[in-house]
């Protein structure tokens, strides 16, 4: 770098003198500002991404160390695989009290631990390890939201657990919601920060066929072209939305468009036109996405969190299905294919044409691609060691994820991609101050 810079220096000595007199003064000052403005482009930035500390720890902030910064290379960080990692999580069921029954496999009765000493690296870089100051400085003000079913909420309550390394949150959802089991809003006064879970399994509106349905197997109806109230209501004035949903798909649906029923799946109704559950699942974000982009007021990021696979064995949930393995697969043993891979590339297709249309009205939607991780990780989920207060504890839980476990490599991915929001929105606005004086 001092090399780059004394070369940079000389050939701009040779520019100045090389001019003559009467334009001498407005040049310089024109290469003056376009030097310094390069050395911001060129370092500043890269601190986003300095990668170099422990995960038991979140380091201060300081400026001092831009001097130990090199270039880091950007990489596709969710191909990769699982390797050992044996110093552990960043937390334990000890040092976070915010981990619900649900998600606490250890205090469950867990007996083994190596489900914990895992770490994803991607096939062409490192991923840095979550910075819980870092984090918190980026979100300083700002409001972020996990929009979906309890799989989000899941993903919610690890970053809870990691962020508590710096500061305390406060439970403010008496503030804003009725039923607090499933709208949760954190703040944190430190930071000034918002932190919420907007329960909405299918993201559009729903409701059971039968009024006096509601069970695990019922049938429901779902007005795919209407947004669920329940969070799109209250989004308009967050900064980072996190969006998904899953496995509520697979249950019996009736749907709707413009009022008029267009299909169903696994109804098993004669007069109505079986449809896939892909179906209702791309128009559920696609209604999503739009609604986002409709939004007056909306200008946040919207990052879509793929599908979560779920890994019964042995049979389906209800049939006595488990997930009671102890190590993940490698690359070799598990590919994506079946109804997983349809799921993604579903997503994935509803996203593209989202950033297509955000692109005129400079709304920002990212990938946040978690599945290829999470297929490796069949022994990341309570199994019978996971008590939630709603359900059947005979039944193996295989689609939420213990804490800690795997999941909190999904902050890890979002926090990465929040730095290269950050230093790309940096490099925007230096580059329009540039355009201005220049």
């Known amino acids: 770098m001092r090399s780059y810079l004394f070369h940079f220096t000389m050939k701009f000595n040779d520019i100045e003198f090389s001019k003559e007199k009467n334009s001498q003064h407005g040049t310089s000052k024109k290469l003056l500002l376009l030097a310094c403005s390069l050395l911001f482009l060129t370092i500043i930035p890269l ?31 969710f191909s990769g695989k699982w390797i050992p990692h044996p110093k552990g999580p960043y937390y334990t ?77 406060e439970d403010i959802s008496h503030r804003y919601a009725v039923d607090t089991a499933y709208f949760k809003r954190w703040f944190y006064a430190d930071y000034r920060f918002t932190l919420a879970t907007l329960w ?61 029923v267009v299909g169903c799946h696994n109804c098993y109704l004669d007069n109505i036109t079986a449809i896939t559950k892909y179906f209702g699942y791309r128009m559920a974000f696609r209604t999503a996405f739009k609604t986002l982009q409709s939004l007056e007021n909306y200008k946040g990021i919207t990052f879509l969190r793929t599908f979560s696979p779920s890994h019964f064995e042995n049979g389906a949930w209800n049939e006595g299905g488990n997930c009671m393995r102890t190590m993940p697969f490698t690359t070799e043993e598990k590919k ?37 991780a999470m297929l490796l990780r069949p022994d990341g989920h309570p199994n019978h060691y996971g008590r939630s207060p709603h359900s059947n504890v005979t039944v193996a839980d295989c689609v939420h994820w213990c804490l800690p476990g795997p999941i909190d490599t999904w902050n890890e991915f979002l926090l990465y991609m929040m730095r290269r929001e950050a230093r790309g929105s940096f490099n925007e606005k230096l580059q329009k101050n540039i355009s201005r004086k220049i």
């Open 47 to 77: 601190y986003l991404f300095s990668t170099s500390h422990s995960p038991l720890s979140s380091p201060k902030i300081d400026v001092g160390d831009l001097r130990n910064i090199g270039v880091v290379k950007e990489c596709d960080i």
């Open 200 to 260: 909405s399994p299918f993201l559009v509106k729903s409701r059971d066929a039968n009024p006096s349905g509601h069970s695990l197997n019922s049938l429901m109806s779902l007005d795919l072209d209407q947004a669920d109230e329940a969070w799109a209501s209250e989004i308009e004035n967050f900064d980072y939305v996190i969006i998904s949903a899953g496995h509520w798909f697979f249950r019996p649906l009736i749907y709707y468009m413009n009022g008029q």
């Open 93 to 169: 069921d000890a040092t976070c009290s915010l981990i619900i029954d649900q998600h606490n496999c250890v205090k469950s009765g867990r007996p083994d631990t190596e489900f914990m000493k895992w770490r994803w690296r991607p096939d062409e870089c490192e991923l840095p390890f979550f910075n819980a100051k870092l984090f918190l400085e980026l979100v300083k003000g700002k409001k972020m939201a996990f929009v979906g079913d309890s799989v989000g909420r899941n993903q919610m309550q690890s970053l809870l657990c990691l962020l508590a390394s710096v500061t305390q949150s």
């Open 336 to 372: 994506l294919d079946g109804y997983e891979l349809e799921f993604y590339l579903t997503q994935v297709e509803e996203l593209r044409k989202a950033q297509k249309k955000g692109r005129k009205s400079g709304l920002k939607f990212e990938l946040l691609a978690t599945t290829e």
